[in-house]
Structures are given as structure tokens and as C-alpha cells.
């Protein structure tokens, strides 16, 4: 088992069933994100477990009020996600509720240009967060290796570390994992490949190269 994941990006339930199964082989686990839930229903959850047999992270980005965190998440375990990434800036409480209903993985930092305007800056108190609450675990940039090793020596060991970033935005599988990330996630450079089997195939072997 590799420490790869495949973020699903896609909108139509055959394309995405079909990578799916192409892929697993080579795949820790599948993340599905809101293209693909609004283009296809929350029950493409359920078909993406029974066709791979592999876990399914809902990459919602959960920020809002407990309660509606709440009805959410209640919902998405419910068609079978094993894990959520929520955000943690909108405080305990509401990742808590997540938590409360099943596992969750927090947002600590960001892989885009972007997250250096508000959520680094944010960093620290969402380890600190993430080092009371003990999620299975946070979410730290591939494209930005530094960072993954600083986030992983401040971390609580058993927390893992889920780096997106990698490929498409320019982050490097291997450069992730030597930095101390758990699991990376790669969307396009697999879904957009002209056969994303082999793609799939050289970033396992990437990634189990250095871990
Ligand atoms: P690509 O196509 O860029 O897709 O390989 C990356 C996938 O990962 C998600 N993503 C993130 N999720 N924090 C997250 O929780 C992040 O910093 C982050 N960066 C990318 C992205 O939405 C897509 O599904």
C-alpha cells in the first residue's frame, strides 16, 4: 500500500468510477471534493467504496457553525466517507462536532499562492489545535516541503500529514514525503493523464520510495 491519494476532481460518475478503478491499485485512498459530489450526488461515495474497496475522504473544507458542521457531516459519513477535512479557523467547536460523528483531518495550511495572505499566518494555533484535539489528521502544502517539516516537528507524532500540491501545482511526490508527509494528493497529474493507471503507478512508486 502506497501513501498516495487521488483527488477526484471530476463532475460525471462513469469517468469517475472508471479512474477510480483503474487506479486503485496503486492507491492508499480516493478524495472526493464538491465537483464531483455536486456533478454526481452524495451516493457517488458509496459506489466509489463498493468499486475500490478503498477508504473516501470528503474534501468539503467544513468551516461553518457547529451545527450546521453538524447536519453535514451527519450526511456524509452516513453514505460512507471514512474521513472530512474541515477547516479549523472557524474554531474547536466546530470541528469538534465533526469529530464527534466520525474522523476528521484539519486544515492547518493551504497549497496554493494564496494561503500565505491569511491562514499562514494562522499556522501555529491551528497545530496547537490539531495537537489537542488529535484528529487522524491535517492537511500541510506540497508545494512547499519547508513547510511539511515544520508542521510535522510541531505535530503530535500519530497525527498523520495529508500534503496536497503535488503535480499540477508544481509540488513534488518524493520532495513531500522526505519533508515528513504521511500521504500526498494528486488530482490532474493523474485524472487528466492519458492513462492514469501509470500515472497512478509512478507516483506510488514515488512516494514508496521515500517512506
Ligand atoms: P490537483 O489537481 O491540484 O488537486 O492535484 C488537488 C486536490 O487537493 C485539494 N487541495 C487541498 N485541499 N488543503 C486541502 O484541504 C489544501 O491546501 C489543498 N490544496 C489542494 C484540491 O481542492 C484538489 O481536490
Redesign the pocket.
Known amino acids: 500500500m502506497s501513501g498516495l491519494i487521488l483527488?477526484l476532481?471530476v463532475y460525471d460518475r462513469d469517468r469517475a468510477l472508471e479512474i477510480a478503478e483503474s487506479t486503485a491499485d496503486y492507491l492508499w485512498a480516493v478524495?472526493v471534493?464538491w465537483p464531483l459530489i455536486i456533478g454526481s450526488g452524495l451516493k457517488i461515495i458509496t459506489e466509489l467504496k463498493q468499486i475500490t474497496g478503498l477508504p473516501v475522504i470528503a474534501?468539503l473544507?467544513l468551516a461553518d457553525i457547529p451545527n450546521t458542521n453538524r447536519l453535514i457531516a451527519g450526511e456524509v459519513f452516513g453514505a460512507g466517507a471514512d474521513y472530512i477535512?474541515a477547516h479549523g479557523f472557524v474554531g474547536r467547536d466546530s470541528v469538534k462536532a465533526v469529530m464527534e460523528l466520525g474522523e476528521a483531518i484539519i486544515?492547518v495550511e493551504?497549497?496554493?499562492p494564496g494561503?500565505e495572505e491569511f491562514i499562514q499566518a494562522a499556522t501555529d494555533r491551528l497545530i496547537e489545535m490539531a495537537n489537542e484535539l488529535e484528529p487522524f489528521g491535517v492537511?500541510a502544502?506540497a508545494t512547499r516541503p519547508e513547510r511539511v517539516s515544520y508542521i510535522r516537528s510541531k505535530l503530535k507524532p500519530g497525527i498523520k500529514v495529508i500534503a496536497?500540491?503535488?503535480?499540477?501545482?508544481g509540488g513534488k511526490a518524493g520532495e513531500a514525503i522526505k519533508a515528513g508527509a504521511d500521504y500526498v494528493?494528486?488530482?490532474?497529474?493523474i485524472y487528466e493523464s492519458e492513462n492514469p493507471r501509470e500515472a497512478a503507478r509512478r507516483l506510488s512508486e514515488e512516494v514508496e520510495a521515500w517512506s
Not at 496536497?164 to 501545482?169: E, F, H, L, R, Y
Not at 494528493?185 to 497529474?189: E, I, L, S
Request: proline fraction near 8%; aromatic fraction near 0%; glycine fraction near 12%.
Open positions: 483527488a476532481d478524495k471534493n474534501d473544507k477535512i486544515v493551504m497549497s496554493h494561503a492537511i502544502p496536497p500540491g503535488v503535480g499540477a501545482q494528493v494528486v488530482g490532474r497529474a
